[in-house]
């Protein structure tokens, strides 16, 4: 391992590019307003400004402070034992590149992960000093995202989640045995038990704390869908975690343990389509996956869902409830207002939901409007034909998605 | 038909809507600038006391939604505006949406709204001397937004939003803040971090991915003219 010394363009480009396998990017649901005297503010809805040739938002400035790690994960690019370049970058530096980005409008702030250089302590204390920089010396207001160190101790961890609007840990596996096995320098416990400690931290005091989210390797072990989607919902039900995210296993070289060559995207995509329906429209993890078992690849799961219950269909778009709306496949929850607003002043006809706007290429197989617009047809009908549907003509949206 | 000029402001389309609501006018077009035509025009001054007028009859979320919909600065736009108006003034609503007219103004924000956040984002500065310098061409009216948006932003900055294609500016220097005709283009130079930003860009794409048409998709390029990180 060793450090030359490079100007401040070669370490921005290796130390975001060791950062951008972390999935998350959001900058959304903060609350910060501008201070006197300072710069910059939150906004609630989240910022992408602008999006790389992979079809990826950039919204913070996403890097790490130092790719050195004496750590040595599997699946980990930057692990102790593979040959890369290495750089860090000092306080000072990042905090101006973070203020001088965000007068230009390129950046909503900062995503901050770093390697382990020397011990959890010492790299914490150097993430924070930038942090610090950033909210004290500049009244910098906007937002920021800090990777908790496993392993640091709990006054830091305090100090990074009353900074941040976000700090996170990841999980990586979900399971302890593929922790061991992949990243042996890690144990559930220090890289759980910093997200326990903000929880608690929330929950006794009166100061604003940053909610946490975590993220999990897909694909690299065998653990399924179900097993990952319930670990999901533990952590959504206790309020542990605000997010979690999902990265489908990209190959690392000289990997021992790790068998397969590719996730794919396809699996990522759907577990965040299913974690979606758990957050905002009330699923239970079981509903939507069986056990032990993945979620379908060929369907969307609140359409797989829809084909498994299909005695639930059709539904009356002129008397269901909101609920039940946003159960139909192809409905979401603007839409659902949408029917509810409109059918107050008349019976409503197919014709009138292509006119709100609603898109019936899925729905129409499980709701009645004013006439039943399905063919009434078995599940496995519908199956076939909204994966032809979906492949035919429909090469594009299918194609943004992954 | 008759052609309503009205001066090019918010306050001036709702003078113009009451004017026309006042004289009963038949079929009026609603234009910013006058156009040759055929038809009787008529040149509706601003009044002063418009805001506190249209408080008396509309709703407050009325008043916002004719806003949007005036910031989507097009001659149809308008007309709808002024239809909804008038059903307003009957109903006292606008919930039926099964109404075209009514159920455009809901486009109209729409496409606002998603410029507004778009431009939220996609804007870029340069730093000039004192003052941090953006342009753009935007489809729709949205400096005022963007311009208090920034205001909160960059409170102790001085900053330009340049609309090149309206030829004006939202202005916030030393602290006050206006809406300006602005006609020339300032000049920007390159600066160190435009370098480091575009640097920046490259390293965090992930190769493997690539996916120019989600890209596309996300950034279309028509957006992409005044942005640092695209070739231009």
């Known amino acids: 391992m060793y450090i030359i010394n490079m100007d401040v363009e070669q370490k921005l480009r290796i130390l975001a590019d060791g950062a951008k396998y972390d999935v998350s990017c959001a900058s959304s649901g903060g609350v910060r307003e501008t201070v006197d005297g300072g710069i910059g503010n939150s906004y609630a809805p989240g910022v992408c400004h602008t999006f790389t040739s992979d079809g990826r938002c950039v919204s913070l400035l996403k890097v790490l402070f130092t790719n050195v790690c004496i750590f040595d994960c599997e699946y980990c690019i930057n692990r102790a034992s593979n040959n890369i370049k290495r750089a860090s970058f000092t306080p000072r530096e990042l905090a101006d590149i973070t203020i001088n980005f965000y007068k230009r409008n390129y950046i909503e702030g900062l995503f901050l992960s770093s390697g382990i250089a020397k011990s959890p302590d010492h790299t914490m204390e150097l993430m924070l000093k930038t942090v610090k920089i950033l909210r004290e010396e500049y009244k910098f207001n906007g937002y920021i995202h800090l990777k908790l160190i496993p392993g640091a101790s709990k006054e830091l961890i305090e100090e990074a989640s009353k900074l941040a609007d976000r700090v996170s840990s990841n999980i990586e596996l979900p399971t302890e045995k593929s922790l061991k096995l992949l990243a042996p320098d890690k144990n559930k416990d220090n890289v759980l038990k910093p997200l326990m400690f903000v929880k608690n931290l929330r929950d006794n005091s009166e100061k604003s704390i940053a909610s946490a989210s975590t993220q999990l390797i897909v694909g690299a072990t065998d653990e399924p869908d179900y097993q990952i989607l319930r670990l999901a919902s533990y952590f959504y039900e206790k309020k542990i975690l605000k997010r979690m995210y999902y990265s489908a296993y990209i190959p690392v070289p000289n990997t021992k343990h790790i068998k397969v060559d590719k996730t794919p995207l396809l699996r990522e995509h759907r577990l965040y389509q299913a974690d979606w329906l758990i957050r905002f429209y009330d699923f239970k993890y079981e509903e939507i996956v069986e056990k032990d078992s993945n979620l379908d690849l060929e369907l969307d799961p609140k359409t797989a869902f829809a084909l498994k219950n299909i005695h639930l269909y059709p539904v009356d778009v002129n008397k269901a409830s909101y609920e039940e709306l946003i159960k139909v496949p192809g409905i979401g929850r603007k839409n659902a207002m949408k029917i509810i607003q409109a059918r107050a002043f008349k019976t409503l006809e197919d014709i009138d939901l292509v006119k709100l706007g609603i898109s019936i290429k899925k729905a129409k197989h499980f709701i009645v409007a004013k006439r039943y617009l399905g063919y009434s047809l078995s599940p496995e009908y519908i199956r076939k034909a909204i994966i032809k549907g979906e492949s035919k003509g429909h090469s594009y949206t299918q194609l943004k998605l992954w | ?232």
């Not at chain 2, 431009?119 to 953006?134: C, E, P, S, T």
């Not at chain 2, 939003?161 to 006050?176: G, P, T």
């Open chain 2, 1 to 232: 038909m008759v052609n309503i000029i009205f001066e090019d402001s918010f306050e001036g389309f709702l003078s113009a809507l009451f004017y026309a609501f006042n004289n009963d006018i038949k079929n009026p077009l609603f234009l910013k600038a006058q156009k040759p035509s055929l038809f009787k025009t008529i040149k509706v001054e601003l009044d002063e006391n418009i805001i506190t007028i249209a408080k008396g009859f509309l709703e407050e979320e009325i008043i916002e939604l004719f806003y949007d919909c005036f910031c989507f600065d097009e001659e149809k736009a308008f007309s709808d505006v002024y239809k909804s108006f008038l059903f307003y003034m009957k109903n006292k609503h606008l919930k039926d949406i099964h109404k075209d007219f009514i159920r455009n103004l809901t486009y109209y924000r729409k496409s606002v709204n998603r410029e507004r956040h778009k431009y939220i984002g996609f804007l870029r500065f340069h730093k000039l001397d004192n003052v941090l310098y953006a342009r753009f061409e935007p489809r729709h009216f949205v400096i005022d937004y963007l311009g208090e948006f920034f205001k909160r932003r960059y409170q102790e900055e001085n900053f330009i939003i340049h609309d090149l294609k309206r030829k004006k500016a939202a202005i916030y220097y030393e602290k006050r803040f206006s809406i300006e005709d602005f006609d020339k283009e300032l000049n920007v130079e390159k600066d160190q971090y435009q370098e480091l930003w575009k640097a920046f860009f490259e390293a965090v794409t992930i190769k493997e991915r690539t996916n120019k048409r989600l890209q596309n998709h996300y950034v279309p390029h028509y957006f992409r003219k005044h942005m640092t990180e695209f070739d231009n």
